[in-house]
């Protein structure tokens, strides 16, 4: 069990690296992508799409999937050793995958933040001067209603029954 634990927080870090290292290029993807495909089937040059960055939930995982089954084939060949169990190959890929989409998080919450971080400084100093406006405000209020009591003696009302008598409502 303490394996397992510790190849899968290793394989939710090579998640991140993955992803990391495709979102910076994706030499390997256009290579296969030139061997397989003619042409006009081809990725244009501005298409950043790797095998886990920009791709869908079932691509990645038939890539991750592959990716390792290949590396514990040839550790299988290796090393005599059965370490390659199906309770860590499931913890890898699964592992993996979590590690690329916290990359992917973190690489979309970044990128807004820099897009946004002018604009939150303006709003922030909007945030504070309306704030002071509206405590001013309340002082001003709560000064002036103090001074309306103060003033203006409470009429004394009708109460509600007696309302209804004069209406004709109640005897």
Do not use: H
């Not at 394996?3 to 991140?16: N, P, Q, R, Y």
């Not at 690296?17 to 397989?36: A, L, P, T």
């Not at 400084?121 to 103060?150: H, N, R």
């Amino acid at each position: 069990m303490t394996l397992e634990i510790i190849v899968f927080i290793a394989s939710i870090l090579f998640g991140v690296v993955i992803y990391w290292r495709e979102s910076q290029g994706n030499k390997m993807y256009r290579f296969f992508n030139k061997m397989m495909n003619s042409k006009e089937l081809q990725m244009t040059i501005t298409d950043k799409k790797g095998f886990v960055f920009l791709q869908t939930f079932l691509l990645r995982l038939v890539f991750i999937s592959a990716l390792f089954l290949i590396v514990i084939v040839i550790t299988r060949f290796l090393i005599p050793i059965d370490l390659a169990t199906i309770s860590l190959f499931a913890s890898i890929i699964f592992g993996t995958l979590i590690g690329t989409y916290f990359a992917g998080f973190i690489f979309k919450s970044s990128k807004i933040i820099e897009e946004q971080s002018d604009s939150l400084e303006g709003k922030f100093q909007e945030v504070i001067s309306k704030g002071k406006d509206f405590v001013e405000d309340l002082k001003t209020k709560d000064a002036e209603e103090v001074d309306v009591e103060k003033k203006a003696p409470i009429k004394s009302e009708k109460s509600a029954r007696e309302r209804l008598k004069d209406k004709g409502f109640l005897k």
